[in-house]
């Protein structure tokens, strides 16, 4: 079992940025790619990056390239997603995700065991 907790969301303006972080407990953290993805109102629950077991694989949606950077560190058994440039339509609730599925970066929901609370990201226009 892994038990993951977001924490980093708020309330920020149009082209400003915001650091996502995923504290996880329980079994070995290595054992897991991590991802993010976002949920808005009304909307299904989309990807947004992945970072596999090293942190040497990342993998993001089209719309966050250049924008989000995923990272891990290991020692602490935590992610982070650092997102800069934001935009009204990044505003949903963020989830942390840990994937036990064996692939490097993976980028379905399905994919992933364990997820954490999520954290509301607000982007005023």
């Known amino acids: 079992q892994v038990q993951l907790v977001e924490s980093g969301g708020g309330l920020v303006q149009t082209g400003g940025s915001l650091r996502l972080s995923c504290a996880a407990s329980?079994?070995?953290?290595?054992?897991?790619?991590m991802g993010w993805f976002r949920q808005a109102p009304g909307k299904e629950r989309e990807f947004v990056a992945a970072i596999n077991w090293s942190g040497r694989n990342t993998d993001y949606a089209d719309s966050m390239k250049g924008r989000f950077t995923i990272s891990r560190d290991n020692a602490e058994n935590t992610v982070a997603l650092q997102m800069n440039s934001l935009e009204p339509q990044d505003t949903a609730v963020y989830y942390c995700?840990?994937?036990?599925?064996?692939?490097?970066?993976?980028?379905?929901?399905?994919?992933?065991?364990?997820w954490g609370q999520g954290t509301q990201v607000t982007v005023s226009s």
């Open positions: 329980g079994r070995t953290f290595t054992s897991y790619a």
């Open positions: 995700a840990a994937s036990a599925s064996g692939v490097s970066t993976p980028n379905k929901s399905w994919q992933y065991h364990y």
